[in-house]
């Protein structure tokens, strides 16, 4: 017999009728379609393009879009995923602005290109669907993007294809602004071949809230030739790092305002994190990243003193806003942390950036729950036996379904 | 009659103070071919000499920008600059690679072979000096055979033939390809000119002479160029849509020993022992002479 009690159905609850949003067209459509219908509305120059599921059907319609000239944009079949970063790199520094996609093997195939890109301090977008490495795994997982965590790419997870959505959109202006290069991870499956309801802005609500790239100082400039790259000496390194580092510091609070600017704009709101009945009454808090969120709203409701903080923007990881998000919790409650992801460590990515960002503010005892790995399905009851071993002498690192 | 001054730079567009080793060919070629370019051209190097050659942060010793990238990815580079400059109207300008031989037979083919078979409008400049020159003399698959290198576990030097990169370029059916010299400087600007208008990806690979990695006398570096040539280890040919012309046909049969014994990395091959690797060398040069006799 499983440990806690069963559920019966999947979110029982109906979700919220959403309102009309004006200047947008409601569309049914898969996470993937919604990725490539972003990156045509935020008027994407180049794509270069390398196919590896779960992804492929982003580079598919991003393809058909060029074809069929709903899109103005240089699309180019790559040889491999390390020469579509590696193309990504020389047509931003050229000026334009890149969107692709990959995911799993593909973007550990990249992982050299996507450091020589933030250090290039590169702006661009790119969407990452999570699988993770051979053996060979097409489910969903954040094994890949979360071991990219430390390349210098901003990282969103978003919960919904609306939210992968809007979340490129803001991301072309966050990372134009801050000369940082930006992933936005959706699940594999569960959002990628998932329809959903999509609302599409239209074009001119989209240029309104994003407009041109501006070419910055590190673009290639045929009046004022430049070297790009070269052998930087160390004290020169150590200051560009320095630069970068005040830079990143910024992410948190330019994300914040971006995203305040895009709910006055187009009447959806998104924070950093967020937090979903967390306050005095609340003893225990589930921490999740991605679709996996959208399953513990359903199953706490039924829960009145377990809450859930919903990680939006995980890189760099946003400590003043979790800090927020839990000052109403008391010190006696536990944190749970729900990971869909293996990094060769004890401790999952999620559970090792919590407790980073509580170190010395916070002193809340944390759970860590390995989950979802390499697709397994995390249902409401996977999210209710969560609940019940963290109330019931749970151990510190905890593989939830193994038994 | 008037001399030939052909070979005469006359708008330098590289600055003085490169950082090449005496002998090195790499500033004398990108001079060559920066004269000939012009400065409405985007170079892109990979991980290689002539990265360091140009210049550290914050140098730049070409007239013109430079961006340096991955080792494996110069091709997919320039691939992105290209569209870059295409969307913004710049076709006129010039996208040239430099890279040296480990970048272009080894761990830059793939991304190489991608952008030729894409017939993306890129300039390719190879300095073959047949080793990893850069790193301290390793063994690339541009190494010749019989060649000393710091890495070569069987036997101290290396027992198998260079790639035949210009074999495997003229299979993506380039508008066009072709083989200079440091020591053939009227040919090789004929053919900087003619790569620098023929639209497509085109490729040209150069003798590079290196004396540290060839452990040769840098003051002998364009002679012993010139006896490759005369030997028939570095045939001076173009290949246009796979039709072959042979540039330079030598007079008379000049044997490979001649070249090699110039060059310290082939000095065990003049022991007793070794002759008959010697003499596979000129077999094999042979061979390949006939070979593109056979193709013209």
């Known amino acids: 017999m499983p440990d806690g009690p069963r559920t019966e159905t999947a979110t029982e609850a109906a979700p919220d009728r959403l309102s009309e949003f004006p200047r947008h067209q409601e569309r049914i459509m898969k996470g993937n379609y919604a990725a490539a219908e972003a990156a045509r509305l935020c008027r994407v120059g180049f794509v270069p393009a390398y196919p590896i599921t779960p992804q492929t059907t982003i580079v598919e319609r991003l393809s058909e879009m060029v074809s069929n000239g709903e899109m103005d944009a240089t699309y180019v079949n790559m040889d491999s995923e390390h020469s579509v970063f590696a193309a990504a790199m020389g047509a931003a520094l050229g000026g334009e602005r890149v969107f692709t996609a990959t995911a799993g093997q593909g973007l550990f195939y990249a992982h050299e290109v996507l450091q020589a890109i933030s250090h290039f301090r590169l702006p661009m977008v790119m969407c990452n669907v999570g699988r993770p490495s051979i053996p060979w795994n097409i489910w969903s997982d954040q094994s890949d993007s979360l071991s990219q965590r430390d390349t210098g790419w901003i990282q969103y997870y978003g919960e919904s294809s609306q939210e992968v959505l809007d979340t490129i959109i803001q991301a072309y202006l966050l990372s134009e602004q801050l000369n940082i290069p930006v992933m936005v991870v959706l699940d594999a499956f569960y959002q990628s071949h998932t329809s959903e309801n999509i609302w599409i802005p239209e074009q001119d609500l989209v240029d309104e809230f994003l407009p041109p790239r501006r070419t910055a100082e590190m673009s290639i400039d045929l009046a004022q030739p430049k070297a790009f790259g070269g052998l930087v000496p160390p004290e020169h390194y150590y200051k560009f790092n320095y630069n970068s580092w005040k830079d990143v510091n910024k992410v948190e609070s330019l994300s914040a305002k971006i995203a305040g600017r895009f709910a006055g704009h187009f009447g959806r709101k998104y924070g950093n994190v967020e937090a979903v009945n967390i306050g005095p009454q609340t003893r225990l808090v589930l921490v999740t990243i991605s679709s996996i969120t959208t399953t513990a709203r359903g199953v706490i409701r039924k829960y009145p003193d377990v809450g859930l903080l919903k990680i939006r923007l995980f890189k760099p990881f946003p400590k003043a806003s979790v800090l927020d998000a839990l000052k109403n919790l008391p010190e006696n409650a536990i944190l749970a942390n729900v990971e869909r992801n293996f990094l060769g460590d004890r401790e999952g990515a999620i559970q090792q950036e919590m407790k980073r960002a509580l170190y010395g503010s916070r002193n809340l005892r944390m759970l860590d729950f390995y989950a979802g790995v390499g697709g397994k399905d995390v249902p409401p009851l996977t999210i209710e036996k969560i609940i019940y071993r963290a109330t019931h002498s749970p151990e510190d690192i905890n593989w939830i379904d193994v038994d | ?296």
């Open chain 2, 1 to 296: 009659m008037k001399p030939a001054l052909e070979f005469l730079i006359k708008d330098e567009k590289v600055y003085s103070g490169a950082l090449s080793c005496r002998g090195c060919g790499w500033s004398l070629l990108v001079r060559h071919l920066s004269s000939i370019l012009g400065e409405n051209t985007v170079y892109v190097a990979p991980a290689s000499c002539f990265s360091i050659i140009s210049g550290p942060y914050p140098l730049n010793d070409l007239k013109g920008n430079i961006v340096h990238t991955v080792f494996a990815a110069a091709s997919a580079t320039a691939t992105g600059v290209r569209a870059s400059l295409d969307r913004q109207g710049k076709e006129d300008t010039t996208v040239v690679i430099l890279a040296g031989d480990g970048g272009t037979f080894d761990i830059g083919l793939q991304a190489l072979s991608g952008a030729a078979a894409r017939g993306e409008n890129i300039l390719y400049i190879v300095n073959n000096n047949g080793a990893y020159m850069n790193t301290g003399i390793q063994t690339s698959t541009a190494t010749p055979y019989g060649a000393v290198t710091t890495t070569n576990p069987n036997g101290g030097f290396k027992r198998t033939w260079p790639k035949d990169l210009m074999g495997i370029i003229a299979a993506h059916n380039l508008p066009y390809a072709a083989t200079g010299s440091l020591a053939h400087l009227e040919d090789l600007r004929r053919k900087m000119k003619k790569a620098k208008d023929t639209p497509g990806f085109r490729l040209l690979m150069i003798d590079g002479p290196c004396p540290p990695g060839h452990k040769t006398d840098p003051a002998m570096s364009i002679s012993i160029g010139r006896l490759a040539v005369e030997t028939r280890l570095f045939p001076l040919y173009e290949i246009e849509q796979q039709q072959y012309t042979i540039n330079y046909i030598p007079e008379k049969e000049v044997p490979v020993t001649e070249c090699l014994k110039h060059q310290g990395r082939f000095r065990h091959l003049f022991r007793e022992e070794n002759y008959p690797i010697l003499e596979e060398i000129q077999e094999h040069t042979d061979w390949y002479w006939k070979q593109l006799l056979s193709k013209t």
